[in-house]
Structures are given as C-alpha cells and as structure tokens.
C-alpha cells in the first residue's frame, strides 16, 4: 500500500484556490496591458470584480466550492457573455493571455492540457462574431 494520498479532484490536484487565484491574477495582469482585451470590460479601472468572478468560475467547475453557483446562480456563459463583441481576434487574444498565464504558473503537464483543452472551448463557444 502506498502512502501516497491522491487528490479528491482536479481542483485539489492542482493547489486548490490558492492556484486558481494565481492563474487569474496572471492572466488579468495581461488582460490589463491588451487594449483589445481591456476595451471588453465595462469598467476597465477595475477589473477585481471580473478577476473574483473568473476565479471562483474556475475553482468550482474544476471540482472546488461551490461560491460561484451560490453566489450568482448557474453560470450560463455564453448569456453572460452576449453583449460583447467577442469575434476571432477577441478570442485568440485572450487564448493567448490565458497560455501565458498557464505558462507563468507551469502546472503538470496532464493538468495543463485538460486547462488549455476546456480555455480553447470555451473561448470558442464565447465568440459570437
């Protein structure tokens, strides 16, 4: 028998929020200097609100607590998402913050891949131009 203790989830895999907190932060770090991107946001001064929802977002649809879906209801991205113009430039800029960020934090590779995997979707399924 191994004294190995495996992880209840990817969430927990990974470092739990705390990584969560660091991949957001590093990925808003570059939203903040890509006008592209930052020109999306309503309130571009202050991008914390949108940095708590990202994070929280994340944490939980990778197997954390549950604070998003208390808080704000089902996440319904891509309503959420309908009144910006997200067309394929939008999209290849903020695929390309978040493989910064992945690339600052370095997780394991298996845990990378199934990140960049579900990003590359979702930022797909976000475009609606």
Do not use: C, K
């Not at 309130?43 to 940095?51: H, K, S, T, V, Y």
């Amino acid at each position: 028998m191994s004294d190995e203790v495996e992880p209840d989830s990817f969430y927990d895999a990974v470092g739990g929020m705390p990584f969560f907190t660091d991949l957001v932060d590093a990925f808003y770090d570059r939203v903040e200097r890509d006008p592209l991107l930052l020109a999306l946001y309503p309130e571009p001064d202050d991008l914390g609100p949108a940095r708590e929802r990202l994070r929280l977002f994340l944490a939980q649809y990778w197997g954390g607590p549950t604070t998003y879906s208390d808080t704000r209801g089902h996440p319904r991205l891509r309503m959420r998402h309908a009144g910006f113009v997200i067309d394929e430039p939008a999209r290849d800029r903020w695929l390309h913050a978040m493989r910064g960020a992945m690339d600052q934090l370095n997780p394991p590779t298996p845990y990378a891949n199934a990140l960049m995997d579900y990003f590359e979707m979702a930022a797909e399924a976000m475009r609606n131009t």
